[in-house]
């Protein structure tokens, strides 16, 4: 491709326009008169999602096979900033051979609730943390020049009506809980691009938010890629193109690209903007242009392997009586629960993989330790909620001559898809009642866990040992297998906390939320920041996790005891390996203010690392801390700003098993900096453990009162109603049911299948507009317009109006 500059002078106003919407549902437009090639863009994020065939529609199922590698929520449990690097060169090695030039990926939206239907798509809780693995990932995948997107900014934490709510946060929790692992992947990164969310922020549509596209993204945090809409977001293409949203996605949307013409004709849109958004897309073609052409053919088996070894990293040992585990290969094994043999190991949504191979957990366990000492029974089936009491039988008296009891249970398909979150925190009945019923016949079982978020475990009494295997992609079930014989020692620990009940959790009173807006009133006590600030038991914490071995801390050494705030601290410990097995550690660093003016959360995770020690080795762990690490952010000031006072450095292996600590005392070379109110609000000075977050404290700190969340009665229709919104007008019925038949055709084919639960859930919240996307070639925007008029009860002039631009 010639110089960018050159090309732009090249072009029309029109050809320029076009370049801001896609091809097709995954591609982005070229221009063949001036040699700019269209290149491939595709889901994403834990695997490679080429939808086979017919690019101009969605087809959520049929992809090319492609490596599954395991889902964000294993992948985070590894805590392994080199292997995930490792991971994204593998994604990139797959996009090569396939032509694509950017995936979809990865998703560093925060886990608000464990009920979060995308939560095995995100990382954590926490927003280092979250950030730190995103930016290896991209690294990873980048390093191969092949691009990412890094989705969905921001603040898109639940799956219901994702497409229009408002989410409602104060600006403290959306700079240090739900912006802050975006900027650290921005800032360390640079990924291509990123997705902008579907979700309003405070108001406005985060694809048209200047503050959060314009000033934060490019200015402040110095991206210099694109962004472009997550599928079917575009609600105003011009604000957006001001706001600096530069691709909509699917492609065309000629009706779109028409108003970014007429928008520059008559003076309402500088054609500078444009040419910065052209610019911007134009960069990442070139970028993208290099590996275009590179032949390449990826290993599947190798890839197989790395799947594997990055899925047994991610496997968390929570609970290991007597030391049960790992198991010996002679002991006689009742092996219960249909996900042994049918895994369950990624979502249902745009991250569905068609795997290259599929390993299950009887068959490698039996390859470790021959069949005779295995028995199988399935206790369940795989789709069944419902106790089934036959299956139930069959599998206590198949535990009756067994030494051992493994119990493979945890969320079927349909529990967690994206578009649809989870009402309760439970695992079905089906396997509770499983669970409970072995562990009265039998004392020695162990629960080994497949799910993408925390799920309660009211057994946990009962048995002796849990392996939360998480969603850990093709090859996780040999990894869950390599753990439970001890060929590999469980190295995982929690990115989330476990709550014991869902009523825990700060935000579940107010989540999901709507029908209109969602109320973040827990500001920043998210997770860990909120158990650990009101000493809340949990079930486990945040950072947990065993291993076969023990691991001792010591020498904790500050190599400064006052620093000013423009100083970074570096801080050392050594661990050693107490045990007998060779084993990996995560060490974990929290900053804890001892005093402060405004609410701040007990602790902050502001370092960890990952190593390997060998029995009796000791090794030297440093992390530098820079001054973000102590920082909150002053919204007086509209900055992150360090206080004068002392910070305890805590190191330890959980976020409640502090195992050294020291102090160090900072001076802050701003003076006289002013604190809003808003900052010290006593009720979120002092927060309780009931958790509970009165309105007009949360009033005061949003600063302003709580918009609308009621459907209200005789409002008029627009293209960001919903369509389950428009029960009062016959049309909108009308056109209500339409949508609903074509979704009961896919539920009727695969009744429990998570796609088509996915559609039904999500066809109610769609607003209006996205059936421009669903429409393909068939409709266009004055369509709708004519179509909304007629929703709107002018039905002739609508009618009148829709016949008139079908024929156009
Ligand atoms: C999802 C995105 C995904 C896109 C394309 C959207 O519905 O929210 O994560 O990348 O579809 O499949």
Same mark, same amino acid.
């Given at each position: 491709m010639e110089n960018i500059k050159n090309l732009i002078s090249k072009m029309t106003l029109e050809e320029k326009a076009s370049? $801001? #919407?896609?091809?097709?549902?995954w591609h982005i437009k070229g221009i063949e008169r001036l040699g700019i090639p269209s290149i491939m863009i595709t889901d994403g994020p834990h695997g490679?999602?080429?939808?086979?065939?017919? /690019?101009?529609e969605l087809g959520l199922?049929?992809?090319?096979?492609?490596t599954c590698f395991p889902t964000a929520s294993s992948l985070a449990a590894t805590w392994n900033r080199d292997l995930i690097f490792e991971v994204g060169q593998a994604l990139a090695e797959e996009c090569k051979q396939e032509k694509?030039?950017?995936?979809l990926g990865p998703g560093a939206n925060i886990?608000?609730?464990?009920? $979060? @239907?995308r939560n095995f798509e995100y990382f954590s809780e926490d927003p280092y943390l979250s950030g730190q693995i995103a930016k290896s990932h991209i690294n990873g995948v980048q390093s191969l020049g092949i691009g990412t997107s890094l989705k969905h900014?921001?603040?898109?934490?639940?799956?219901?009506r994702r497409m229009t709510i408002?989410?409602?946060?104060d600006e403290r929790a959306l700079r240090e809980i739900y912006l802050a692992g975006f900027e650290i992947a921005v800032k360390e990164a640079q990924p291509w691009t990123l997705m902008g969310a579907y979700n309003r922020v405070n108001g406005i549509y985060a694809c048209e938010h200047p503050d959060q596209?314009?000033?934060?993204?490019?200015?402040?945090?110095?991206?210099d890629g694109f962004v472009m809409t997550d599928? @079917?977001?575009?609600?105003e293409r011009v604000d957006a193109l001001e706001a600096g949203l530069e691709l909509e996605m699917p492609g065309p949307s000629a009706g779109n690209d028409i108003k970014i013409v007429e928008a520059v004709k008559n003076g309402k849109l500088d054609e500078a903007i444009l040419d910065e958004a052209v610019t911007r897309i134009l960069k990442i073609i070139a970028k993208a242009e290099e590996t275009l052409t590179d032949d390449f053919k990826y290993d599947p088996q190798a890839h197989h392997a790395l799947a594997r070894s990055a899925a047994s990293e991610g496997v968390v040992l929570l609970k290991n009586n007597d030391s049960l585990?790992?198991?010996?290969?002679d002991t006689k094994v009742a092996l219960i629960g249909e996900m042994a043999k049918t895994p369950r190991y990624q979502g249902a949504g745009s991250s569905l993989i068609q795997p290259t191979q599929i390993d299950n957990i009887y068959d490698e366990i039996v390859k470790i330790t021959?069949?005779?000492k295995i028995t199988f029974t399935?206790?369940? /089936?795989?789709?069944?909620?419902?106790?089934?009491e036959e299956l139930i039988e069959e599998a206590v008296k198949s535990s009756k001559d067994a030494d051992i009891v493994v119990i493979c249970a945890g969320l079927p398909? #349909?529990?967690?898809?994206? @578009?649809l979150d989870r009402?309760?925190?439970?695992?079905?009945e089906s396997h509770n009642k499983l669970i409970d019923a072995i562990t009265k016949a039998h004392s020695k079982v162990i629960v080994v866990l497949s799910n993408g978020s925390p799920v309660e475990m009211p057994w946990i009494d009962q048995v002796e040992g849990i392996l939360e295997?998480?969603?850990?992609?093709?090859a996780g079930a040999g990894a869950i297998a390599d753990v439970l014989y001890g060929i590999i020692n469980p190295s995982g620990k929690l990115a989330e906390t476990f709550p014991k009940?869902?009523?825990?959790?700060?935000?579940s009173e107010y989540f999901p939320s709507g029908p209109k807006t969602v109320e973040y009133r827990e500001s920043i006590f998210v997770g860990y920041r909120f158990f650990n600030s009101v000493d809340k038991d949990v079930l486990f914490p945040f950072g947990f996790g065993l291993s076969y071995t023990t691991f001792e801390y010591k020498?904790?050494?500050?190599?400064?005891?006052k620093i000013s705030d423009q100083e970074s601290l570096e801080v050392s410990l050594k661990v050693k390996n107490s045990g007998k097995t060779t084993g990996k550690e995560i060490v974990q660093l929290y900053v804890s203010p001892v005093s402060s003016k405004v609410f701040r959360s007990k602790i902050e995770l502001k370092g960890f690392d990952k190593v390997e020690l060998k029995p009796g080795e000791e090794k030297e762990i440093s992390i530098t801390l820079d001054r973000r690490a102590f920082a909150y952010y002053n919204t007086e000031i509209s900055d992150w700003y360090v206080e004068s006072g002392d910070y305890k450095i805590l190191v330890g292996s959980s976020s409640i098993d502090i195992r050294l600590e020291d102090q160090i005392s900072i001076e802050s070379t701003q003076k006289n900096i002013p604190i809003a109110e808003k900052d010290k609000i006593p009720a979120y000075m002092n927060? #309780?453990? #009931?958790?509970k977050f009165g309105q007009v404290d949360f009033e005061k700190l949003i600063g302003y009162s709580l918009p609308n969340n009621q459907v209200i009665k005789n409002e008029a229709f627009t293209m960001? /109603?919903?369509?389950?919104?428009?029960?009062?007008s016959f049309i909108g019925r009308q056109l209500g049911k339409m949508m609903e038949k074509q979704i009961e055709e896919l539920v009727k084919a695969d009744p429990d299948g998570a796609t088509a639960l996915m559609m039904k859930s999500m066809i109610k919240g769609m607003?209006?507009? /996205?059936l421009l996307m669903m429409g393909g070639?068939?409709?266009?925007r004055e369509m709708l317009e004519g179509l909304l008029q007629m929703i709107n009860g002018k039905f002739f002039k609508g009618l009148f109006a829709l016949i008139k631009a079908g024929r156009s």
């Amino acid at each position: 491709m010639e110089n960018i500059k050159n090309l732009i002078s090249k072009m029309t106003l029109e050809e320029k326009a076009s370049l $801001c #919407s896609g091809a097709d549902f995954w591609h982005i437009k070229g221009i063949e008169r001036l040699g700019i090639p269209s290149i491939m863009i595709t889901d994403g994020p834990h695997g490679l999602r080429k939808q086979e065939g017919d /690019t101009a529609e969605l087809g959520l199922e049929n992809s090319v096979p492609a490596t599954c590698f395991p889902t964000a929520s294993s992948l985070a449990a590894t805590w392994n900033r080199d292997l995930i690097f490792e991971v994204g060169q593998a994604l990139a090695e797959e996009c090569k051979q396939e032509k694509v030039s950017i995936l979809l990926g990865p998703g560093a939206n925060i886990k608000r609730s464990p009920l $979060c @239907g995308r939560n095995f798509e995100y990382f954590s809780e926490d927003p280092y943390l979250s950030g730190q693995i995103a930016k290896s990932h991209i690294n990873g995948v980048q390093s191969l020049g092949i691009g990412t997107s890094l989705k969905h900014y921001a603040a898109n934490n639940q799956e219901y009506r994702r497409m229009t709510i408002n989410a409602v946060i104060d600006e403290r929790a959306l700079r240090e809980i739900y912006l802050a692992g975006f900027e650290i992947a921005v800032k360390e990164a640079q990924p291509w691009t990123l997705m902008g969310a579907y979700n309003r922020v405070n108001g406005i549509y985060a694809c048209e938010h200047p503050d959060q596209l314009c000033k934060i993204l490019k200015e402040e945090w110095g991206h210099d890629g694109f962004v472009m809409t997550d599928w @079917g977001a575009m609600n105003e293409r011009v604000d957006a193109l001001e706001a600096g949203l530069e691709l909509e996605m699917p492609g065309p949307s000629a009706g779109n690209d028409i108003k970014i013409v007429e928008a520059v004709k008559n003076g309402k849109l500088d054609e500078a903007i444009l040419d910065e958004a052209v610019t911007r897309i134009l960069k990442i073609i070139a970028k993208a242009e290099e590996t275009l052409t590179d032949d390449f053919k990826y290993d599947p088996q190798a890839h197989h392997a790395l799947a594997r070894s990055a899925a047994s990293e991610g496997v968390v040992l929570l609970k290991n009586n007597d030391s049960l585990l790992p198991l010996n290969k002679d002991t006689k094994v009742a092996l219960i629960g249909e996900m042994a043999k049918t895994p369950r190991y990624q979502g249902a949504g745009s991250s569905l993989i068609q795997p290259t191979q599929i390993d299950n957990i009887y068959d490698e366990i039996v390859k470790i330790t021959g069949e005779e000492k295995i028995t199988f029974t399935p206790g369940y /089936t795989v789709k069944g909620i419902e106790v089934n009491e036959e299956l139930i039988e069959e599998a206590v008296k198949s535990s009756k001559d067994a030494d051992i009891v493994v119990i493979c249970a945890g969320l079927p398909d #349909s529990y967690e898809a994206e @578009g649809l979150d989870r009402d309760h925190m439970r695992m079905p009945e089906s396997h509770n009642k499983l669970i409970d019923a072995i562990t009265k016949a039998h004392s020695k079982v162990i629960v080994v866990l497949s799910n993408g978020s925390p799920v309660e475990m009211p057994w946990i009494d009962q048995v002796e040992g849990i392996l939360e295997g998480y969603l850990g992609g093709q090859a996780g079930a040999g990894a869950i297998a390599d753990v439970l014989y001890g060929i590999i020692n469980p190295s995982g620990k929690l990115a989330e906390t476990f709550p014991k009940r869902l009523e825990d959790n700060a935000s579940s009173e107010y989540f999901p939320s709507g029908p209109k807006t969602v109320e973040y009133r827990e500001s920043i006590f998210v997770g860990y920041r909120f158990f650990n600030s009101v000493d809340k038991d949990v079930l486990f914490p945040f950072g947990f996790g065993l291993s076969y071995t023990t691991f001792e801390y010591k020498n904790l050494k500050l190599k400064q005891n006052k620093i000013s705030d423009q100083e970074s601290l570096e801080v050392s410990l050594k661990v050693k390996n107490s045990g007998k097995t060779t084993g990996k550690e995560i060490v974990q660093l929290y900053v804890s203010p001892v005093s402060s003016k405004v609410f701040r959360s007990k602790i902050e995770l502001k370092g960890f690392d990952k190593v390997e020690l060998k029995p009796g080795e000791e090794k030297e762990i440093s992390i530098t801390l820079d001054r973000r690490a102590f920082a909150y952010y002053n919204t007086e000031i509209s900055d992150w700003y360090v206080e004068s006072g002392d910070y305890k450095i805590l190191v330890g292996s959980s976020s409640i098993d502090i195992r050294l600590e020291d102090q160090i005392s900072i001076e802050s070379t701003q003076k006289n900096i002013p604190i809003a109110e808003k900052d010290k609000i006593p009720a979120y000075m002092n927060i #309780s453990k #009931s958790g509970k977050f009165g309105q007009v404290d949360f009033e005061k700190l949003i600063g302003y009162s709580l918009p609308n969340n009621q459907v209200i009665k005789n409002e008029a229709f627009t293209m960001n /109603t919903p369509l389950g919104d428009m029960e009062a007008s016959f049309i909108g019925r009308q056109l209500g049911k339409m949508m609903e038949k074509q979704i009961e055709e896919l539920v009727k084919a695969d009744p429990d299948g998570a796609t088509a639960l996915m559609m039904k859930s999500m066809i109610k919240g769609m607003p209006l507009r /996205t059936l421009l996307m669903m429409g393909g070639d068939r409709l266009n925007r004055e369509m709708l317009e004519g179509l909304l008029q007629m929703i709107n009860g002018k039905f002739f002039k609508g009618l009148f109006a829709l016949i008139k631009a079908g024929r156009s």
